[in-house]
């Protein structure tokens, strides 16, 4: 079955980095899109980093310079380098693969940045 495990979450300090990744099983991974999503406390989800079956990589402007997605398609796993974090930065984190109108969600990790 479909799967995508995050994992790397955790608290860290202002201006701390954490490394977040994400494990696939159970599709072709190399031919879907992958992304970062996030949802603050009390907020909706927002979209953060997407990474494309090419390697091409994209980032919202809030995390632009800060946060590198990457993605090892012999591992099968997405990765979010994420720097110079702050406390804007909390939240839980989701890995989702899309495919023309497939798509697939993790279960999240949480990110707090907190002094």
């Known amino acids: 079955q479909v799967q995508l495990v995050e994992s790397g979450g955790g608290l860290v300090q202002p201006g701390g980095s954490l490394r977040l990744s994400c494990a696939a099983s159970g599709f072709t991974f190399s031919s879907y899109w992958m992304n970062w999503v996030r949802q603050a406390p009390g907020k909706g989800l927002e979209w953060v980093s997407a990474?494309?079956?090419?390697?091409?990589?994209f980032h919202a402007d809030s995390v632009k310079g800060r946060f590198i997605i990457s993605r090892d398609n012999v591992k099968n796993t997405v990765y979010l380098q994420m720097n110079s974090l702050n406390p804007e930065d909390t939240g839980v984190y989701y890995c989702?693969?899309?495919?023309?109108?497939?798509?697939?969600w993790g279960q999240g990790t949480q990110v707090t940045v907190s002094s």
């Open positions: 990474i494309n079956s090419g390697g091409r990589t």
């Open positions: 989702n693969a899309i495919r023309w109108y497939v798509d697939y």
